[in-house]
């Protein structure tokens, strides 16, 4: 009852502070002496969304009834952040929930800072699904996201000693008052057992009698758009056990083994990626990928059929299934064991049905980050499918012998069986052969992928292959990350920008306004000062906000080179304790880093170390901390970078030229006029294109000088040797300035640039960006009303790198999926009102 009375209030400010005192006192039994900051956050989030609840439930009745296609996008992985400031923006009603709150006495901000970040991600990867969501929100495309709803997020990263310690992040603690839970959605997921043949009527009718079953259940998310018409979902599944446990066990005494099933079965979707460098975690891992497709692909084919007179030539016609990355590619034979042996469809039809409707994102340059499975762990996990990829394997080398006769290296590479001991499923060349589409997400990475990684599929499926160069939503990443910014930039151009950012090249002319540029150096200012007063209550770092900040945030990974960015420090700190006039002449600047290592990266983990100790030395050195400083922040996540990321003057994006696959942190940092110092690799060569080669500090090695490089015997000690900075660096390390007490730690970091050949090529680029940084530093100190006009005209040549361009390329070229305007309903017609309040 109470909900229906609260669908009829409005969005003014006093009907929104009405009803956040009624979810605090009747559904939250909350009062003056039962109340803290979780309470009042939560009561805030019910009154939110139920003025959300009401057009989610027409989007969906829309799109039913004018029989849209629908895009379902499976991602394993989803790094969300916070909701509530971005659903308040996207629904309008920002000023009116901030006075509400204002009205009784409650700081918006405070309260805000009680939701904890659904970290449901790794990084960039999980980021980009997270700003393809609000996108096809935005641009009215019907869409479900599809993935796990792990009870453990991303792992807390503290820092102890110099070194990174995991802690469980239990983003659930509180619950999460922004899903619903669906108990009427559950499907059961099955693994092991066997696969029977009976004949019937003249067929082979495979029947699949599974060892083990786990029940999936829905937990679904709004998506907003902006402007709240549209409200799409994010439909998340929890494992658990079809029964809660065995009374039989229980009885006999036996309580561990009784819930053990229940364990087993709620354990694939307790964390985010477990280490999988042993067979349990390997095990777990492909579960939760079969586990989470099994339940999407259900959940599909029930909407499909929910139609008396469907028919399934017609499935692609009403859904599109995007697989980002190869982490869903079992969808293939999956979808393929629905139509043959559960709708009874004769396989060249399903084959038809499956490639039709199923598109492969790849996010990868690197061979050894391609996903394979062991034949005889997936054979007995998942049986079925085991002789699904058989047969499709088979019917696919029959067709591919005539493109490469008597060239069995090359059918050997795109055969999906790698004959390895044991056999591996190559889940990459699965998910090529089981789609119409395979994008790269740059335009080099798309390149390559035809030309170095996957040639022979090129050449069989040329038409398959597309670019879909990545975004960021600008809604998120700069309305709501950096309000300053986002105002000036409406005053100067309108705020149209925010649903088609190809208008923010108006701003370019604003580049030669004096006026503007000082406005923007002030705004950027107090990005500074907002970012250290963030980092000091967070982490209890103490930033100069007047000092140039250089920014590295990223997954930690070799390739990624944050090993070379300390390099560069280190060679400037050796500049300075020999050259006073350098000494004097260098502009004040914080070097920042951040991000995770993989629990289980060794190497990883030490870099993490190395920066600490490095930082250590630095920061406690009188001769040069007035003017150089180095900090790690722990635990970067989405709400981190939304602080740090508008206070950054210079972006380092600087991985080995030819292995970032694009990268999303450079256009995060572009929108918010940061300048990029990078190789060409990913999006910086389209970011170059866009802003112009003088609006960035390009340097480096291209892919093809890497190639050659390596061809030609690349030996580090060379480009040591003939460098008296760099042998420097090279001694003091080696001396254990920076690991006194800590003897021969960083041998192996050294031993892997050294000894083993610098895979990463950080030697061959080094003395290039020592260069290039002097020249960015040097152009900061000396003329910072010229590095603001750059700033803006980076700002103003971002257009490109909106997810809503991004989406609409892939809807109109992948998937076939045509807008599906939603109208507010009655009860939200106040919001119009509201605004003008």
């Keep these: 009852m109470a909900n229906e009375i609260r669908t009829k209030y409005g969005h003014t400010a006093k009907d929104i502070a009405q009803d956040f005192a009624e979810q605090l006192k009747y559904t939250l039994d909350a009062d003056a002496y039962h109340v803290n900051d979780e309470a009042k956050y939560q009561a805030a989030v019910l009154a939110i969304r139920d003025r959300i609840v009401h057009q989610w439930d027409i989007s969906r009745k829309t ?27 996207n629904l309008g009603i920002e000023k009116q929930v901030k006075d509400a709150l204002s009205s009784l006495g409650y700081d918006f901000e405070e309260l805000a800072d009680a939701e904890p970040d659904a970290g449901l991600g790794n990084g960039g990867l999980g980021r980009l699904a997270a700003c393809f969501l609000d996108s096809l929100a935005t641009l009215e495309l019907p869409a479900y996201g599809y993935g796990i709803r792990y009870n453990y997020g991303i792992f807390k990263q503290q820092i102890r000693n110099g070194w990174q310690a995991e802690l469980p992040d239990n983003w659930l603690e509180n619950g999460n008052p922004w899903e619903i839970k669906r108990p009427s959605i559950v499907y059961p997921v099955y693994f092991g057992g066997e696969v029977k043949v009976i004949r019937e009527n003249g067929k082979d009718i495979y029947k699949w009698v599974p060892a083990e079953q786990v029940n999936g259940m829905a937990y679904d998310t709004p998506i907003i758009g902006y402007g709240g018409k549209t409200i799409n979902t994010l439909r998340l599944w929890s494992a658990m056990s079809p029964a809660e446990f065995s009374f039989q066990e229980f009885n006999s005494g036996d309580y561990t083994e009784a819930v053990r099933n229940k364990i087993n079965a709620e354990n694939i979707s307790q964390v985010l990626y477990p280490n999988d460098t042993l067979y349990m975690g390997k095990e777990l891992r492909l579960k939760q990928q079969y586990f989470f497709v099994a339940c999407s692909v259900a959940d599909i084919v029930r909407r499909f059929k929910r139609n008396p007179n469907y028919c399934w030539k017609n499935f692609p016609n009403e859904a599109a299934i995007q697989l980002n990355d190869t982490h869903p590619s079992i969808t293939v034979p999956e979808l393929m064991r629905v139509l043959v042996d559960l709708e009874g469809l004769e396989w060249d039809e399903a084959w038809d049905i ?155 002319s604003f580049a030669d306004d004096k006026a503007f540029r000082e406005d923007f150096g002030k705004i950027k200012q107090s990005a500074k000062e907002t970012a250290a007063n963030f980092l000091k209550k967070d982490c209890g770092i103490i930033v100069d906000p007047s000092t140039l900040f250089d920014v590295q945030v990223k997954r930690i990974h070799e390739y990624k080179r944050q090993l070379m960015n300390i390099l560069n420090v280190l060679m400037i700190y050796t500049r300075m304790k020999e050259d006073k006039a350098y000494r ?50 722990p635990n970067y996540r989405v709400t981190m970078a939304e602080k740090v990321i508008p206070a950054t003057n210079i972006s380092e994006q600087i991985s080995t030229a030819g292995l970032e696959a694009s990268g999303t942190g450079n256009m995060k940092f572009m929108i918010n006029g940061a300048l ?21 500090f390009i340097f480096g090695h291209t892919e093809d000088e890497i190639t050659a490089l390596k061809n030609n015997g690349y030996n580090p000690y060379d480009w040591v040797n003939k460098d008296d900075e760099i042998k420097k660096i090279v001694s003091l390390i080696t001396s254990g300035h920076f690991n006194v007490n800590e003897p021969n730690i960083f041998e192996p970091l050294l031993k892997s640039i050294l000894e083993y050949g610098d895979k990463y090529c950080i030697f061959a680029d080094l003395r290039m960006y020592n260069d290039m940084h002097n020249k960015a530093t040097d152009l900061y100190k000396n003329d910072i009303d010229e590095w603001n006009k750059k700033a803006i005209i980076n700002i103003a040549s971002s257009g490109k790198f909106s997810s809503d361009r991004t989406i609409l390329e892939y809807a109109n070229e992948i998937w076939n999926v045509k807008k599906c305007p939603v109208k507010r309903s009655k009860t939200d017609c106040a919001l119009e009102d509201a605004k003008n309040n």
Excluded at 482 to 490: D, M, Q, V
Excluded at 676 to 696: F, K, P, S
């Design 354 to 508: 499956t490639v039709k409707t199923l598109g492969y994102t790849n996010h990868t340059l690197m061979p050894e980050a391609l996903e394979k499975w062991s034949v005889p762990m997936l054979g007995s996990i998942l049986p079925r499918h085991l002789q699904i990829i058989y047969e499709i394997n088979h019917r696919f080398l029959q067709k591919a012998v005539a493109f490469f006769p008597f060239q069995n290296d090359k059918i050997a590479k795109v055969s999906i069986i790698e004959e390895s001991n044991p056999k591996m499923i190559r889940m990459a060349n699965l998910a090529i052969i089981g789609t119409h589409s395979t994008n790269g997400v740059a335009a080099l990475h798309s390149e390559l992928l035809k030309t170095s990684m996957f040639p022979e599929f090129n050449q069989i499926y040329p038409e398959r292959f597309k670019n879909k160069t990545n975004g960021i939503t600008q809604r998120r990443w700069l309305l709501d990350a950096n309000p300053l910014l986002a105002k000036k930039i409406s005053d100067a151009i309108g705020d149209g920008w925010i649903t088609d950012f190809s208008q923010i090249s108006k701003l370019r």
């Design 676 to 696: 990029t110092m990078g190789t060409l690799d990913g999006a910086n060569v389209e970011i170059q294109e866009e802003a112009g080669a003088e609006n960035c």
């Design 63 to 89: 799109q039913r009834a004018k029989s849209a296609k629908r895009v379902y996008y499976l991602s394993l992985e989803f790094l969300m952040g916070r909701a509530m400031t971005n659903n308040i923006i």
């Design 584 to 633: 004097e002449s260098f502009p004040p600047t914080t070097f920042l880093f951040g991000g995770k290592a993989a629990p289980g990266y060794v190497n990883a983990k030490l870099i993490i170390k190395f920066i600490n100790n490095v930082a250590s030395v630095i920061n406690s050195d009188p001769q040069v901390n007035k003017s150089l400083k180095v900090y790690f922040m």
